[in-house]
Nanobody, 120 residues
Framework: VQLQASGGGLVQAGGSLRLSCAVF????????INWYRRAPEKQRELVAT???????NYADSVKGRFTISRDNAKNTVYLQMNSLKPEDTAVYYC???????????????WGQGTQVTVSS
């Protein structure tokens, strides 16, 4: 299984970016999918989560600005980031608990990370 994150880049404050995380492999099911970020000299932060049924949760720091969504047919999750701020600068990682088959086996998987830089 591979998670391929993309869509990062350099943007001015107030701008927007959309991150994508595509899942490839012998997938039986994908449970919750998460976006994390790690800024320099800071701890990893859970940014947004979307459950298999579509329920979402966000960190307080991004509520109202970020939207997580998923396309189950494409095994892809998106993070739409609007009104970006310099403090959103970080490497963003997608993460998911995935059951593969055969044989049936569940595991935690991570994407490679994509850099988001917001200039002031």
């Amino acid at each position: 299984v591979q998670l391929q994150a993309s869509g990062g880049g350099l943007v001015q404050a107030g701008g927007s970016l959309r991150l994508s995380c595509a899942v490839f492999g012998r997938i039986f099911s994908i449970n919750g999918i998460n976006w994390y970020r790690r800024a320099p000299e800071k701890q990893r932060e859970l940014v947004a989560t979307i459950a298999s049924g579509g329920n979402t949760n966000y960190a307080d720091s991004v509520k109202g600005r970020f939207t997580i969504s998923r396309d189950n047919a494409k095994n892809t999750v998106y993070l739409q980031m609007n009104s970006l701020k310099p403090e959103d600068t970080a490497v963003y990682y997608c993460n998911a608990y995935i059951t593969t088959s055969p044989p049936l086996r569940g595991n935690d998987y991570w994407g490679q990370g994509t850099q988001v830089t917001v200039s002031s």
